[in-house]
Nanobody
Framework: VQLQASGGGLVQAGGSLRLSCAAS????????MGWFRQAPGKEREFVAT????????NYGSSVEGRFTISRDNARYTVYLQMNSLKPEDTAVYYC?????????????WGKGTQVTVSS
């Protein structure tokens, strides 16, 4: 199983980025998908999750209203559209797959993509 995240980079505050996570080796439609992030010296933080069909989404309080998670089950890909980026959004972003929507147990982690927001 592979979860390959991409789309990270350096952006100025107020800018936008779109992350993608391409999955392979699993039945994508059978997994809830999520994005998490980890900043230097901090614990990994929940960003957003999306249900099997995409009908339900959930966001961390620090990103709600600015970030949008979506998925394309035909392409085995989950996306994270990030708008109005702030320097505090700087982190390595990881995608994850879980059999349960509460993500109490994560089945697979991707390798992460770096997002850096300059002030």
């Amino acid at each position: 199983v592979q979860l390959q995240a991409s789309g990270g980079g350096l952006v100025q505050a107020g800018g936008s980025l779109r992350l993608s996570c391409a999955a392979s080796g699993l039945t994508f439609g059978g997994y809830h998908m999520g994005w998490f992030r980890q900043a230097p010296g901090k614990e990994r933080e929940f960003v957003a999750t999306i249900s099997l069909s995409g009908a339900s989404t959930n966001y961390g309080s620090s990103v709600e209203g600015r970030f949008t998670i979506s998925r394309d089950n035909a392409r085995y890909t989950v996306y994270l559209q990030m708008n109005s980026l702030k320097p505090e959004d700087t982190a390595v972003y990881y995608c994850a797959a879980s059999r349960t929507y509460d993500f109490a147990r994560i089945a697979y982690w991707g390798k992460g993509t770096q997002v850096t927001v300059s002030s």
